[in-house]
């Protein structure tokens, strides 16, 4: 690295104008990028070696043009940090979390802040403290040295490797806490004092300089922990016991565990990862597992799988699992099955949810996970790139476990429950209280058995049971209820993926034109009521169809519900801003 000073005195004559520079002092940093284009290279070159489908979520050509700008960002750097992330936007711009880098604490990547975050459906709050801070314990952030969060977020974004916005959330705690992120992203200048700004739950409006720590952020910490990073005495928010499902992470790390509810006769199962561990292998725990189940089967009403935490580890562990519940299906049938799952959810976990989806009766309960079935792993370890700065590692195998196979980047549990900040720091596990206080079977949405009258052919077409008589009227309104609810938009990442959560129940093509002509029937029929909540349906279970949203305009329109009809023709133009029909009757529509 080369340091120039340039100090400059003196009197200044310019077309006759006098200037008197009295003190001008200005540092210029130079740096040998020679390194860092090699190292740039090295990374662009090995995804386009090893990776099996690199632009199966990018075009090979804006992934190139991608890369190019970011290689001149490289070359024209004046910081290692600045060349660090524009290596890191080229390898989250693949949307694949297995294909990582690993700075190993060089240039200042182990100083951090010590507090930890979490990205919560309603904001950013500090969920864990060292005693110097613990007044900012359950404070929302607003900014970061003067820059709001949602910038900061966005930022983050841009350089953390993972399949969706679920396992951006998962790791932006992670990034938010490394001052040479921070650092090379442009929210901070330097590593010293880290200025928050933050919302008490009392509504007090504050800001704290924060001092960062010399710590190494281990894998602990990056992947399971809730507590800080580096050997520190962290505060836990709860005033009473860390609630059940948090202790692991709290406490002392556990794989896996298994405790019995004894009001609820559940039995609830909480593997966070599928590896052995130092006290027991992931077959003792089975063995242990299996046998008290078998023991107190006429006991247990229902088997609840926690998987939110799962970071993965070793998928060959997954098929004897479930091999042990196919073998107790004849009771498990009789019980209500339920699998948790979350942004951690990841890797192996996704492997095994995906034979679960298959092989059971399982509901799922939560927030999409880190990834959707259709993804990379088996990463190569191609250890420490040319000039030492980082270590990089690049998916070497695809999985496709859902046919047919597509582009979808979430997989959405069917019984939809974001993780609320008023709920985590209640001290309660609400999704787990709400499974044993329901039906887990009365909570999932199947349209045929919602909209048909019992006994009838499930197998039917939607418009030949229409002209059976065989829908339930008396069910309609219900059912845009039930599917208003569980049609969770999860903020941007629905539209993101342009995948409606019923993807596993009900098939796309089948509901844009099957819930269209019974719409069509319904209006022929002069029964506009029903007609409307079909309508209605369709831009709930689809609500990334434009054709969707054009009929439904169409109808209000006729109906004489002109202002619900200019929302939706916007709706459509929206989607396809191309429709020449709903650009002309809401221009209509709003000059009248």
Known sequence: MKWINYTCKGVLTFLGFMVVITSVHAQIIMVDNTGWITDFDFVVNSIKTNHPNPYFRISREEFEAFAEKQKKVVENSHSHEESLIAVMKVVAKLRDGHTQIYPENNFGTDILLPLRTYVFEDGVFIISTIEEYKTLMGARLLAVNGIEIEEVEERLNSIIPSDNDFGRKNYLPMYLSNTAFLKGLGIIETKDTVWLKYITKDGIISNAGIEPVKATS???WIKRSLNGSGGFQYLNPFSKRIPEYLKTFYE?????K???????KALYVQINQLADSPQQSFSD???RLWDYFDANADHINSLILDLRFNTGGNGSLIPGFVKELIKREEILQHRNFSVLIGRQTFSAAIMLVSQLKTYTEATFFGEPMGGPLHLWSTALQ????????FEFHV????????????KEFIFPPQVPFPVISSDFFSGEDKLLNFILNNDPKQLRFNLKEELLIAGSDNEMPLQQAYSKGVINEENLQAVITKARRLNHNWRLHTN??????????IKESYLKYELLLVARAYADANKNEYAGIFYKLETILLPDYPSGWLYYAEFLNTTGETEKAIKCYKKTLELNPQSKTAAEQLKKLIQE
């Open 496 to 505: 993101e993926c342009g995948f409606h959560p019923y993807g596993s129940q």
């Open 382 to 389: 191609l250890g420490t790139v040319p000039s030492g700065n």
């Open 285 to 287: 725990f089975q063995s």
């Open 258 to 264: 298994y405790l019995f509810f004894n009001n609820e």
């Open 395 to 406: 998916s070497s195998s695809e999985f496709f476990m859902d046919l047919p196979a597509g």
């Open 218 to 220: 281990s894998n602990e």
């Open 252 to 256: 002392d790390y556990v794989n896996f």
